[in-house]
């Protein structure tokens, strides 16, 4: 297994141990995993057109900002540090999840991440992994004029990694509070 991944298993390890110790009375106050908003979501009439800026102005200048600090010498560190903090927050909200909810908590951690994080979670490995190859590629010797291409290269993965993120928008605004509503009804 690779260094990186064994790094990403164990902070959700930590994640789900930080959440054992806190308990299941700090978890009954989580925002959306609270019973109050489960309930209120069942009735909740959610409008795509209005959730869409609301998470485009939340989540693009936090992507914006990954990106430009990413770019730095320490840009690898700094993107895997926040991917660390992703799987340290998926560990936690799981146990919080299956604490208030038992089994069904799995099938709720499902609603709320899918399917925008099947878009997201591309767009942010991509960005690592050009990061990793466009910084290895700086370190060798280079015919000259080649500095344009991994220049090019690079804006290339950037605009890609802006449609993931800009498809996963879309899905997180349209289709995620279709089925996170369908799911807490399935399970209540």
């Known amino acids: 297994m690779k260094k990186s991944t064994f790094l990403i298993f164990l902070v959700f390890l930590c994640g789900v141990i930080c ?3 806190l308990g299941i009375v700090s978890g009954r106050e989580l925002g959306a995993m609270s019973e109050y908003f489960m309930h209120r979501y069942l009735y909740a009439n959610i409008q795509g057109s ?3 800026p609301f998470l485009f102005y939340k989540r693009a200048p936090e992507m914006l900002l990954l990106v430009f600090v990413s770019i730095g010498i320490y840009g690898t560190l700094i993107v895997d540090g926040y ?5 340290f927050s998926v560990g936690f909200l799981a146990v919080i999840a299956i604490m208030n909810y038992g ?3 799995i099938l709720i951690m499902f609603g709320f991440f899918f ?8 767009a942010l490995y991509l960005w690592r992994y050009e990061l990793r190859y466009y910084k290895g590629m700086g370190q060798k010797a280079e015919p000259l004029g080649s500095s344009g291409k991994r220049h090019m290269k690079l804006a290339v993965v950037w ?3 802006s449609i993931f993120i800009l498809a996963g928008l879309f899905a997180e605004s349209y289709v995620n509070p279709f089925l996170l509503q369908k799911i807490v009804r ?3």
């Open 83 to 87: 991917i660390c903090y992703l799987s």
């Open 103 to 105: 089994i069904k908590g």
């Open 186 to 188: 399935a399970l209540g």
């Open 159 to 161: 605009m890609l990694a």
């Open 50 to 52: 209005e959730l869409f």
């Open 115 to 122: 399917p925008q994080w099947l878009l997201y979670a591309p």
């Open 19 to 21: 959440a054992n110790i």
